[in-house]
């Protein structure tokens, strides 16, 4: 498996949940790691991304001040906290890996994708 996605579960508005994706050492040491979500009867939309060295962070309007996207090296790992969430913020989040350098937002500039995790958030 070369991604794996978890932490997702119910929550509160308000409330946050810590979502981890487990990458295999390959894709963890030289692919930028993102994370994107799609909700019953929507399209996938991105959320976030960190390049291969965390040395840039991306976030769609709709995380950013709320969401934290980081990288642990020792543990092949990212994750991305999420605090204040909504009812909007309710979908399957799935981690993926892109060797694009940059600003990657559809999900054709994604190479690997992990199985999704479901995040919902109550009112």
């Known amino acids: 498996v070369q991604l794996q996605a978890s932490g997702g579960g119910l929550a509160q508005a308000g409330g946050s949940l810590r979502l981890s994706c487990a990458a295999s050492?390959?894709?963890?040491?030289?692919?930028?790691i993102g994370w994107f979500r799609q909700a019953p009867g929507k399209e996938r939309e991105f959320v976030s991304s960190i390049s291969w060295n965390g040395g840039s962070t991306y976030y769609a309007d709709s995380a950013k001040g709320r969401f934290t996207i980081s990288r642990d090296s020792a543990k092949n790992m990212v994750h991305l906290q999420m605090d204040t969430l909504k009812p909007e913020d309710t979908a399957i989040y799935y981690c993926?890996?892109?060797?694009?350098?940059?600003?990657?937002?559809?999900?054709?500039?994604?190479?690997?994708w992990g199985q999704g995790t479901l995040v919902t958030v109550s009112s």
């Open positions: 993926t890996a892109t060797r694009f350098s940059g600003m990657a937002l559809k999900p054709y500039d994604y190479d690997y």
């Open positions: 050492g390959r894709i963890f040491s030289s692919y930028a």
